[in-house]
């Protein structure tokens, strides 16, 4: 029994032994490893600013992209607007054709009206709204006084009275203001 006892004594100070050494192994390790991952300040450094340099240089071509977009944007903007344009100024050509051997007056004013509401419609398909200015009272954001006259009567004072040049509205923002006369 005495044996077993130093046996069993024995087994377990070599167990604790292991323990002890894989213990002492794993610090050893983990240190290593710590070591091992730890940069230095310049190499810390040298990381960041690759890093920042390689941010700069995507938002760079970003920035070059984008201002290429919007240059090929606006270059081709009025693209579809003016193939619109197109077929009036085919009817424009053969009315001017049609009109030089035209003797009657009324289907030359029928043809010219039949073009210009062609033209129309097609710029109201665009978003082109005329603006009506007469009889609405002066707004600077939206009307252009040219002349200033005395009023017909108290009610139409500060209102318009007369529309010189019609205004637009390209999809409810003003392109072009009226020219307009105020009565005061």
Do not use: C, W
Request: net charge negative; charged share 30%.
């Amino acid at each position: 029994m005495a044996e077993d006892t130093t046996n069993n004594d024995m087994e377990q100070e070599n167990n604790q032994e292991q323990t002890d050494n894989t213990v002492e192994d794993n610090q050893g390790v983990n240190e290593g490893q710590t070591a091992a991952t730890e940069l230095t300040a310049d190499e810390k450094y040298a990381e960041l600013n690759d890093r920042f340099l390689r941010l700069f240089a995507e938002f760079d071509n970003y920035r070059k992209r984008t201002n290429k977009e919007k240059i090929d944007i606006i270059s081709t903007a009025s693209a579809s607007v003016l193939k619109d344009m197109i077929p009036v100024m085919d009817d424009f050509e053969r009315a001017i054709t049609n009109n030089e051997t035209a003797d009657d007056i009324v289907s030359v004013k029928e043809g010219f009206q039949l073009i210009f509401n062609k033209f129309k419609h097609t710029l109201e398909s665009k978003g082109l709204k005329p603006m009506t200015a007469k009889g609405q009272a002066f707004d600077s954001e939206l009307h252009e006084a040219i002349a200033n006259i005395p009023a017909p009567s108290n009610k139409e004072k500060g209102k318009v009275i007369e529309d010189v040049e019609k205004g637009y509205y390209l999809n409810d923002k003003v392109i072009r203001y009226a020219k307009v006369v105020v009565g005061q």
